[in-house]
């Protein structure tokens, strides 16, 4: 089982970035999905998180409001699309699946981790 991130780049303050991860080996779709992120020098923190059935979904209350997390089950993948940037986004961003059904923040909640992928945000 597998989780493989796409998406990250450099953008300048204020662009949009999307972020996708795509699942191979197994079905993700009766699973919580999210996303959490890694600073230099900082511990990985929680971002973003959807239920199973995309029903549901939460943010960190740095994000809330300019990130957007989905998923589409049918294709096992889930997204994260970031606008208005900041420096502050800098990071690497991981996704995750977690062993239970509805949302999870904590990282202990998750059994299957992404590779990460790196988001920069010049200012």
């Known amino acids: 089982v597998q989780l493989q991130a796409y998406g990250g780049g450099l953008v300048q303050a204020g662009a949009s970035l999307g972020l996708s991860c795509a699942a191979s080996?197994?079905?993700?779709?009766?699973?919580?999905m999210g996303w959490f992120r890694q600073a230099p020098g900082k511990e990985r923190e929680f971002v973003a998180a959807?239920?199973?059935?995309?029903?549901?979904?939460y943010y960190a209350n740095s994000v809330k409001g300019r990130f957007t997390i989905s998923r589409d089950n049918a294709k096992n993948t889930e997204y994260l699309q970031m606008d208005n940037l900041k420096p502050e986004d800098t990071a690497v961003y991981y996704c995750?699946?977690?062993?239970?059904?509805?949302?999870?923040?904590?990282?202990?909640?998750?059994?299957?981790w992404g590779q990460g992928t790196q988001v920069t945000v010049s200012s």
């Open positions: 080996g197994g079905t993700f779709s009766s699973a919580a």
């Open positions: 959807i239920s199973w059935s995309g029903h549901n979904t």
């Open positions: 995750a699946a977690a062993r239970i059904s509805t949302i999870a923040t904590r990282s202990g909640e998750y059994r299957y």
